[in-house]
């Protein structure tokens, strides 16, 4: 099968698991019912992101089948790994696991797909290639562990999530094929992207099911694998991804910090993420999500494309992206109690 019938293809099946995923929910009461820290006001069925699991991994088998360049090391990295972070959110969503175990598994995840992929690739720093060894493994597996749960964090109004990855794989599979990049580095963010967008279809706001850590989780450590295997194929890809994914790794970072700082207990649920209180200020969700998507096609793409492209210092790149984003966090006082 080539690429666009297989992509075609996973945002059918995304569309219709996802609808029987929502009869499911329904059927068994498996409601995300609003309290205190809910963006929400109706309680709605949960569980939606077990759909771009299975659509996604199932991809991923597909894909390898039919000769589409997928690597054996990626597509274990991604199986075992995604698979693994899926099953325990799923658990966690159905039944509680403490907060120690959640993040064991999160780190044997990420250990999981730098063993696959080597660890963090070679970067690019003011015009020299920088190779950090197992200092650099340990960096990259916090990496994986922190967009793992700030994906999860962000999961909190209708769409956005869901918005984000399609946003973030269509501009980074057009960030590869500017860059020369062929093969898994165009193929698997766009089978994801399929995989979401049959989901988003239920999830846009007002959002008839919600994603759930199963699919919230899978999709940040995925995003963050993709990104680490790009940095393989050329070092300013990374650049371009971390670019790409700026609008949820400074709102989650930013609120993070704050909330250290102010010592709260950052594993207990919030609502005061910068997006959040920008929901509550315009009294909907649609307008935050679709700002979303504005800044990572108008602001976010064209300043990966320059770092891509040579014309722009990756280090240069990613401050110049990011601190308009610091400063919405800013605004929106993300981090801070609510008034």
Known sequence: MTLLPLVALLAALAFVLT???????LARSLMDVPNERSSH??????GGGVAIVLVYMSGLFIARES????????????IGAGGGTALLGFLDDHGHIPARWRLLGHFAAAIWVLCWLDGLPPLTLFGGVWEFGWFGHLL??????????LYNFMDGIDGIASCEAICVCLSAALLC????AEGE????????????FGFLLWNFPPAKIFMGDAGSGFLGLVLGALSLQAGWVNPELLWGWLILLGAFIVDATYTLVRRLLRGERVYEAHR???YQFASRHYGRHLPVTLAVVVINLLWLLPIAMLVVGGLLDGVLGLLLAYSPLGVLAWY????????
């Open 19 to 25: 609808a029987l995923l929502r009869r499911y929910a």
């Open 140 to 149: 990259a597996a916090f990496y994986l562990v922190w967009m793992l749960n």
């Open 185 to 196: 580095s165009v193929v698997l963010p766009l089978l994801l992207a399929a995989a979401v």
């Open 177 to 180: 094929i500017a860059s020369g």
């Open 67 to 78: 000769g589409l360049e997928v690597a054996d090391y990626t597509f274990w990295a991604l």
């Open 332 to 339: 929106f006082r993300a981090g801070m109690p609510e008034c």
């Open 272 to 274: 005061s993420h910068a």
């Open 41 to 46: 006001s109706i309680p709605t069925p949960r």
